[in-house]
């Protein structure tokens, strides 16, 4: 089972400028006044939590570059006095383009921030007004050119196609512009609809498409063909990085499905053959935090068959490396081929997936109908 002996820590700053219209995420906007507060329950969670090694930390929301620089310094701070964190350790923070520039980006860098994901979505000025996005797209490219003036050289493009309306050709547009800015990263998402949304009220009513799922089965080859003629490696579903030394190493914990801490607000951990996640609304997170209670309000055991599939699930997400027999065997204490001996005979048939000697993997077919992988994998489904 897993062990908190060396893990992934994820800090979630929970506070926007404002909702996008397509987003679901556990952020608020107009909760400025509970920064402060917030930021005092982060702290006295770490403390708690504390001791253990920590090989990345992710500050990720939300948007955590709302916050004013002294507050993250304070959760840097009581990270590293809390925690044992790995000498050379990725340190990653979010930021969004209209919420930063190179003096708040300078500071960060300053913190030990070594990673920086921008939350670009997209480079056509129209697509961002129908995503509610904040910032135009010469303000993306702008934010890009502080980041490099504030020494970032590790940087991630975030980019969303399949979006309602959305043609291949404006997909390609975003995708070279993004390439002439020389990321290290790049983060490829389809839309998904959620729930509850602007954008899916808005789909409901009939004022925009629903997005085609072939057009974007063609904008993720397309993505595939161009960020690989431009040398990206192709190493998650949705990840391209060029060289193995700019894969996001705090993703891949999650990816080979190893222990890692959520603090915040509705942030979410795994160890030890548990799962928890705190309590979502940050003001009561807060007031709970700050009262001495505890802000758990989930909590379930993961027993060995489904930890054995979710490693299986996670791990077929990465396409070269995707699940290595050794690490399976040294993890579980059992042969991969003979655990799954039916599922990997009937999904290498179907063309879905690659087993050899070392590993397995997802076919390209696959990539395309990773669910119908996923599935086969995790106990009654």
Known sequence: MARMSSLGLYVHIPFCRAKCAYCDFNSYAGLEAWFDRHTDALIREIVQAGSAAVKTIYIGGGTPSVLPLSLLSQILDAARGAFNVEPGAEISIEANPGTTDTATLSGLRALGVNRLSLGVQSLNDEELKLLGRIHAAGEAVEAFGCAR???????????????????????????????????????????????????????????????????????????????????????????????????????????????????????????????????????????????????????????????????????????????????????????????????????????LIAVDAERVRLSECGRLLGNRVFAQFLPDT
């Open 149 to 351: 003036q504030a020494g970032f050289d590790n940087v991630n493009l975030d980019l969303i196609y399949g979006l309602p309306g959305q043609e291949v050709p404006s997909w390609r547009a975003t995708l070279e512009r993004a390439l002439a800015l020389q990321p290290e990263h790049l983060s490829c998402y389809a839309l998904s609809v959620e729930g509850g949304t602007p954008l899916a009220r808005a789909i409901a009513r009939g004022e925009l498409p629903e997005p085609d799922p072939d057009v974007a089965a063609d904008m993720y080859e397309l993505a595939e063909g161009i960020l690989s003629t431009a040398g990206y490696v192709h190493y998650e579903i949705s990840n391209w990085a060029a060289g193995s030394a700019f894969q996001c190493q705090h993703n891949l914990v999650y990816w080979r499905n190893e222990p890692y801490l959520g603090v915040g607000a509705g942030a979410h951990s795994w160890a030890d053959g548990r799962r928890w996640a705190n309590v979502a609304s940050p003001v009561e997170y807060a007031t709970r935090m700050l009262a001495e209670k505890s802000a758990v309000a989930m909590a379930e055991t993961i027993d060995h068959n489904l930890e054995i599939g979710e490693t299986m699930m996670m791990g077929l997400r990465l396409l070269d490396e995707g699940v290595e027999h050794e690490r399976f065997r040294t993890r579980f204490g059992m042969d991969l081929r003979r655990q799954f001996s039916a599922e990997l005979e009937e999904l290498e048939e179907l063309g």
